[in-house]
């Protein structure tokens, strides 16, 4: 298998980190492409007509895309150590956390920095000021929400480390494009942050 990645960006960050937990970060190819000048070509469009990474080159020559698939993928042919439940009831609250911070975390940082960050107008043409400032206040907000979860918890989705842990470290690391640190002030996320970058996986961030 072929991995068509990126570094720095969250969704394919999570690729490698989940990888990284499962002890095949090294085992897969990794092809690493400019998102500036080498997703929206031709190749890479056969890959994924999105122009977007990740990519999972398959065997068989078949490309998954999308992160969360990908996952899931790497899951079910690599059980262990296990990051997305076990029983359906665990399998459906790590899947409902992960998601609510899909949308209510990363997509406002993400839209926070692609639209916040000149650097990134190469692949945010143009940049909306208005954009950026209605994410920046929901990325704001979901602080809020999210380290009160952290107290009544050790992780994101329950007691263990999973899936949700990873999605929400990839979003907190894209916002320190735009000088966001919310451990500074949020003492639970700090806790939380501290315990996961802790883990020997998180070396190759």
Not at 9 to 17: E, F, I, Q, S
Not at 40 to 67: A, I, M
Not at 130 to 156: G, I, P, T
Request: glycine letters at 4%; hydrophobic letters at 45%.
């Amino acid at each position: 298998m072929k991995l068509y990645t990126a570094i720095l960006a969250p969704n394919p960050r999570r690729v490698h980190l989940f990888l990284a937990e499962k002890g095949l970060y090294d085992s897969i190819e990794r092809i690493e492409l400019d998102l500036a000048t080498q997703t929206k070509v031709p190749d890479h469009l056969r890959r994924n007509p999105l122009g977007l990474v990740p990519v999972l080159e398959l065997d068989d020559g078949r490309f998954l895309t999308e992160s969360r698939a990908i996952c899931t993928y790497v899951e079910a042919i690599h059980p262990e150590p296990n990051l997305m439940g076990l029983m359906p009831e665990e399998c459906a609250f790590i899947e409902m956390f992960d998601r609510r911070i899909e949308f209510g975390v990363l997509y406002p940082l993400a839209n926070w920095v692609r639209h916040g960050h000149p650097g990134l107008v190469v692949l945010e043409n143009p940049q909306i000021a208005q954009v950026a400032d209605v994410a920046s206040e929901k990325a704001r907000a979901a602080m809020v929400w999210l380290d009160e979860d952290l107290s009544q918890r050790d992780y994101v989705a329950g007691n263990r480390f999973t899936i949700a842990d990873i999605t929400t470290y990839c979003a907190l690391e894209f916002a320190r494009l735009v000088k966001f640190k919310p451990w500074e002030t949020h003492p639970n996320i700090a806790r939380w942050r501290d315990l996961v970058r802790a883990r020997p996986s998180f070396a190759i961030t």
